[in-house]
């Protein structure tokens, strides 16, 4: 199989909805994680979607977030509460497609999580125990940003409510 043909096949496997590891895809491609890491940025040189989310690869498409609102709520926590941030917005209906910092050297640095239920955030809360890393956030003394999408203006209300009267949300 050429590079053409494994992108191809890269793409076909990340349409399914699931995001898959670099892992993962070169398993089933008979390839390095290199060749994966490779490939996928060829891919988004190609104005592919695609989104390197803390479980793994997806492709992207507008579509996926069924919501028509989006807020950026600018919030400060410690590690210990993220758990609390993230289920607060996913349990008002809230999804949190990206967390970002202003960081004085580099600018804005953005990752995307597209944490959409109660669950994802639970999964993403638990990597925290397991892994020797700190929070994007830590750079910035727990202060960052995350673009939540909601099916109304009314929800994302609800959610900045809830995160005010946590302590969490820094009103600017």
Partial sequence: MDGQQRRAKIASLLNSKHPM?????????????QIIVQDIALMRAEDKNILST???YLIYDSAD?????????????????LLDE??????????VLDV?????IYGQLRV??????????EEFAAKWNHV???????LTQDTHYHTVAANSERLLDLIEAELDHKGYLIKT
């Fill in 100 to 104: 970002s910092i202003e960081h004085s």
């Fill in 112 to 121: 995307d999580l597209f944490i959409r239920s109660v669950q994802d955030a």
């Fill in 54 to 56: 803390n479980k793994g």
């Fill in 65 to 81: 977030v069924q919501t028509s609102c989006r807020r950026v709520f600018h919030v400060r926590h410690t590690t210990e509460q």
């Fill in 132 to 138: 020797d890393a700190a929070p994007l956030k830590k």
């Fill in 86 to 95: 993230l289920t607060s917005i996913t349990e008002l209906g809230g999804q």
């Fill in 21 to 33: 590891t670099g892992t993962e895809l070169a398993r089933c491609l008979g390839v390095s994680r």
